[in-house]
């Protein structure tokens, strides 16, 4: 029964859903609309998705908490990671429940701007650095292939910088036209195949096929 | 050069000065800062999402007596039990639940958006002509050669038939087309990552250094 | 060891120093690079511009992270600049948890100017469960919030008075770095409901939405930081996004070095081992 049940969770919630695109009366003898029983499901299915949010957070505290209390190396690091969690969520809590005072909700806005925003602005930024260090050391054109990539990605970029349309007017032309024909031919048969690979996985998912999402024993 | 005297700003620009020491070097100023992103990355998700908790859950239920709630709310605590070895497969109802909204949600999307709309762009008429009736050579070439690239690289894919003669020039160009296409990626890669770049710097000579 | 292999080699930290050279002169002496706007853009600078004040209201979802924040929070401050501009009411909403924030940013300063939070504008706040979400609020708008992100019942705005379904929102732009995002829009709301949606989306993603355009599914792009540069020069205030367009070009022009000085090197250095 530990596998059974969610089978058939996942087969009746799933059924309901996808009906209701197809069927928005009632149904015959009941006083069900399909269309209203969707629209509570995925309310819930809100309410669920917030509680599992949740544990990523909690797991964090597990993982950092054993940190601390072992006195693992870094441990003090841990200690401020729980700190400063704690901190964003007491505010942010307070802000929920006291919409209407404004030194909670500047306090937020300024945890926000100022610690959680840049910082997270500042780890993708990261990202160009080694863009460039790729570049430079890895991007060869060893073969045909490589080297058509290479011309398309080229040509791109000197299309979609202001420079490269100062260097010649028919850049930004070539890019608009490698981007509106082969890489839309490109994506549109990406995601032709990928729908269809997402319709049959979900199809063995509702049907209790795939059993993945339930983890082992 | 107009350097901020607010705290705020200097905790902004001292922290996004230590996380970009990392391309230096890992050193302890980028480790103290990075925990402090994650923790207060987690913080304001539990902050945030109290009020989804508080409004859909805790509300229809104390306030406005809609005691069908407490389905979805032991649905939310099950999750909480996979830390526990001995009932973590309890939690295995909540994540049907969701997976099973998940496919049915799917299954419409992808199929109605994804799949038919998709391919009912690509029947186009290839033939362009203008209100007179007169062809248009380029858009018309640009149609033919947006069709059989879509086709030929559908034909990349079709693994049930060997891929010789005809099928293997339509798969070669397929690939070609695919390589436009990542190369294309590869362009826009690049120019985003710079432009996260440049937001970054922007917030640490302007609005902290002031020299902007 | 020779030249090309020494360049082959060079210390990734050389790069990088090169790289924040070339970017920061140009933020410091702008130059001043001509700019052409790209259709797209201009696409929902249109639609914008046919409204009615009188009874259109917009609806911006606000799905973008820090993360993603640089090359698309200029396109939110901008288009909300011409909504404000034109005195078209807007409704905010995420399925990213920090987008609600980011649309207050926008809110507090107009508010400074005097604009009237629920008459001009109204933060809905943050819905978790992503695609699920999008599909609750796009299925019943009205129904998803009970109150909005500042906590006022979603009945004593003004901005909402009429907004009973996803249709009475006259267009609906979607500010995205990732998933849950356009894709998810489309598939739940715009194929389902028939909206007319339009995007402003991270560099990275721009090709994805290419055959959803192409498709009449999206109308109207903003493509990354220089969509919101073509956008401030549309407005005719050029800002933030406009601003770093002379060192994104030189940023493209640097990595386009670095890629053929990398395969020069590399293609010399196999001749000479040839040899």
Redesign the interface.
């Known amino acids: 029964m530990r596998r059974e049940i969610p089978l058939a969770i996942t087969f009746v919630v799933g059924m309901t859903i996808l009906m209701s695109y197809f069927f928005a009366g009632t149904i015959p003898g009941t006083a069900w609309n399909l269309k209203n029983l969707a629209g509570d499901i995925t309310g819930w299915g809100v309410l669920v998705s917030a509680f599992a949010v949740l544990l990523a957070s909690v797991n964090l505290v597990r993982i950092h908490g054993a940190a601390i209390s072992r006195k693992r190396k870094g441990w003090y690091n841990s200690g401020i990671l729980i700190a400063t969690m704690v901190a964003f969520a007491l505010v942010g809590i307070l802000r929920k429940h006291n919409p209407a005072n404004t030194g909670i909700n500047d306090l937020f806005q300024n945890m926000f701007n100022n610690v959680l925003s840049p910082l997270g602005a500042a780890m993708f930024a990261l990202l160009a650095f080694y863009i460039a260090s790729a570049s430079y050391r890895a991007f060869r054109a060893r073969s045909l292939e490589a080297s058509i990539l290479l011309a398309a990605a080229v040509l791109v970029m000197l299309g979609r910088a202001p420079i490269g349309e100062l260097m010649w007017g028919q850049f930004p032309v070539i890019s608009k036209w490698l981007l509106d024909i082969p890489n839309m031919a490109g994506q549109r048969a990406i995601m032709i195949g990928a729908a269809i690979g997402g319709f049959a996985t979900s199809m063995r998912i509702l049907l209790g096929l795939e059993r993945g999402h339930l983890g082992g024993e | 050069m107009n350097i901020s005297g607010n705290l705020?700003?200097w905790?902004?620009g001292l922290?996004?000065l230590a996380?970009?020491s990392?391309?230096?070097k890992e050193n302890p100023l980028y480790?103290?800062?990075?925990?402090?992103?994650?923790?207060?990355?987690?913080?304001?998700?539990?902050?945030?999402?109290?009020?989804?908790?508080?409004?859909?859950?805790w509300?229809p239920l104390v306030e406005k007596g809609q005691y069908?709630?407490i389905?979805?709310?032991f649905?939310?605590?099950m999750?909480?039990t996979?830390?526990f070895k001995s009932v973590a497969?309890v939690s295995?109802?909540?994540?049907?639940?969701?997976?099973?909204?998940?496919?049915?949600?799917?299954?419409?999307?992808?199929?109605?958006?994804?799949?038919v709309?998709?391919?009912?762009?690509?029947m186009i008429n290839v033939i362009a002509k203008d209100t007179a009736g007169a062809i248009l050579l380029p858009k018309t070439l640009?149609n033919i050669?947006?069709v059989v690239?879509?086709l030929s690289?559908?034909l990349y894919?079709f693994f049930s038939v060997e891929q010789k003669g005809p099928v293997k020039t339509g798969a070669t160009l397929?690939?070609?087309?695919?390589?436009?296409?990542?190369?294309?990626?590869?362009?826009?890669?690049?120019?985003?990552?710079?432009?996260?770049?440049?937001?970054?710097?922007?917030?640490i000579?302007g609005k902290w250094l002031g020299?902007? | 060891m020779n030249i090309f292999n020494k360049l082959q080699n060079i210390d990734r930290r050389v790069i990088y120093a090169i790289l924040l050279v070339v970017l920061v002169i140009p933020l410091l002496r702008p130059i001043g690079i001509p700019l052409s706007v790209n259709e797209t853009t201009k696409t929902i600078y249109n639609i914008i511009e046919d409204l009615d004040p009188a009874t259109d209201v917009v609806l911006l979802s606000f799905d973008y992270s820090p993360g993603g924040s640089p090359d698309v929070h200029p396109q939110a401050v901008v288009i909300a600049e011409h909504l404000m501009r034109r005195g078209i009411k807007w409704v905010g909403v995420s399925f990213w948890d920090a987008g609600p924030m980011y649309a207050e940013q926008i809110m507090k300063y107009y508010e400074a100017q005097g604009a009237m939070y629920g008459v001009d504008f109204v933060n809905l706040g943050y819905m978790a469960g992503g695609e699920t979400a999008i599909k609750n609020f796009g299925d019943n708008p009205r129904g998803a919030f009970s109150n909005d992100f500042r906590g006022n019942s979603i009945d004593s705005l003004p901005v909402m008075a009429g907004i009973n379904n996803i249709t009475d929102f006259a267009y609906t732009i979607d500010f995205v770095s990732g998933n849950p995002g356009f894709q998810e829009w489309v598939r739940q709301v715009q194929g389902p409901h028939g909206i007319k949606y339009g995007v402003g989306i991270v560099t990275v993603s721009v090709p994805q939405v290419m055959p959803f355009l192409q498709a009449g599914q999206v109308q109207g792009l903003l493509q990354g930081l220089r969509g919101a540069a073509e956008y401030e020069m549309l407005l005719g205030s050029p800002g933030a996004g406009a601003a770093k367009m002379d060192a994104q070009s030189m940023g493209h022009m640097v990595i386009i070095l670095f890629i053929l000085v990398g395969n020069v090197a590399f293609f010399m250095d196999k001749k000479k081992d040839k040899k």
């Open positions: 705020w700003i905790f902004m922290g996004m996380i970009f990392f391309i230096y480790r103290l800062f990075e925990h402090i992103y994650v923790g207060a990355g987690a913080g304001y998700a539990i902050g945030i999402n109290w009020g989804n908790i508080y409004d859909r859950g509300v069908s709630v389905i979805p709310i649905l939310g605590l999750l909480f996979r830390f497969w295995r109802w909540s994540m049907s639940f969701l997976v099973g909204i998940g496919t049915g949600t799917a299954i419409y999307g992808v199929v109605n958006s994804q799949l709309a998709q391919v009912r762009a690509t640009n050669f947006l690239s879509v690289i559908l894919f397929g690939r070609w087309v695919m390589m436009v296409t990542f190369g294309v990626s590869f362009g826009n890669v690049v120019m985003g990552r710079i432009s996260l770049l440049l937001g970054s710097l922007e917030d000579l020299i902007l």
